[in-house]
């Protein structure tokens, strides 16, 4: 994350109105995401939310490597389960192995864009046995990334409206 200066936090009025927008975008998202997946993937979207509120401020710059660091932790997740399933004890080794050097490239932060901490939180739940035995996988990408897009969309809408609204002199 950049050193940017820390924006306080709303006050008790204010702190209503973003939670109330929030609840809203929420309920949005649920509306719109059961349109075309299961309930059980829009876990993808409220993820990348998540993770993008509290770790990039909401920084529409950092949604990207968000977006793609989620899609590699849901992906070493899936391998991890293809590879057991399919190659046994020796399929396992090399998803944990994957997940080790994922680890390690995070932890050195090599190619941040690639493997980061949206890749960390994505993987810890992506490769929990009941998540992996309940989630559609395709599922969980579209609910990732058309989330993210969705939550991004909107976050960057609010702020360009709160914005036009401060530098609009009172009447």
Do not use: C
Request: charge should be negative.
């Amino acid at each position: 994350m950049d050193n940017e200066t820390q924006v306080p936090p709303p006050g008790p009025v204010e702190g209503m109105v973003v939670t109330g927008i929030v609840v809203v975008l929420l309920v949005l998202w649920i509306v719109i995401g059961l349109q075309f997946m299961a309930d059980t993937s829009l876990v993808g979207g409220f993820l990348i939310l998540w993770y993008w509120a509290n770790n990039e401020q909401l920084e529409i710059r950092h949604l990207p490597r968000a977006l793609i660091g989620a899609l590699v932790g849901i992906g070493i997740g899936w391998f991890l389960l293809v590879a057991s399933l399919q190659y046994g004890a020796a399929g396992l080794s090399v998803g944990v192995a994957l997940l080790i050097f994922a680890l390690y490239l995070n932890t050195i932060q090599a190619i941040p864009t690639i493997v980061n901490n949206a890749t960390m939180l994505f993987v810890t739940i992506a490769a929990a046995p009941l998540v992996q035995l309940h989630v559609n996988w395709l599922e969980l990408v579209l609910s990732t990334v058309i989330g993210g897009l969705f939550f991004g969309a909107a976050a960057e809408g609010l702020k360009r409206l709160a914005s036009r609204g401060a530098s609009q002199p009172a009447g």
